[in-house]
């Protein structure tokens, strides 16, 4: 089975930047794709970048041009760097990871924006 684990969230003031990491462990082979979800207090549960076994990245609006979702150095793992952070950044991020043969999330962690 797979483990997905994320670390990196914490407190930034308005305008800085995070960089938030995401490590699959266990039985990981045929990875489709891996990408971040987020979802704040009162909202429903948002894509917020995704990377696909080939490469290729898609982001919502909200963060595009802000946010890079790329693969790690380390096999199964993807890195997004959070730039530029408002306050409307801030929520639970999720890791998810889709195989051809099982979905798995991380256990989500906090990232806050404010002064």
């Known amino acids: 089975q797979v483990q997905v684990v994320e670390s990196g969230g914490g407190l930034v003031q308005p305008g800085g930047s995070l960089r938030l990491s995401c490590a699959a462990s266990?039985?990981?082979?045929?990875?489709?794709?891996m990408g971040w979800y987020r979802q704040a207090p009162g909202k429903e549960r948002e894509l917020v970048a995704l990377?696909?076994?080939?490469?290729?990245?898609n982001y919502a609006d909200s963060v595009k041009g802000r946010f890079t979702i790329s693969s790690g150095s380390a096999k199964n793992t993807v890195v997004l760097q959070l730039n530029n952070l408002k306050p409307e950044d801030t929520a639970v991020y999720y890791c998810?990871?889709?195989?051809?043969?099982?979905?798995?999330w991380g256990q989500g962690i906090q990232v806050t924006v404010s002064s």
């Open positions: 990377i696909t076994s080939g490469g290729s990245a």
């Open positions: 266990g039985i990981t082979f045929s990875l489709n794709t």
């Open positions: 998810k990871g889709t195989w051809s043969w099982a979905t798995a």
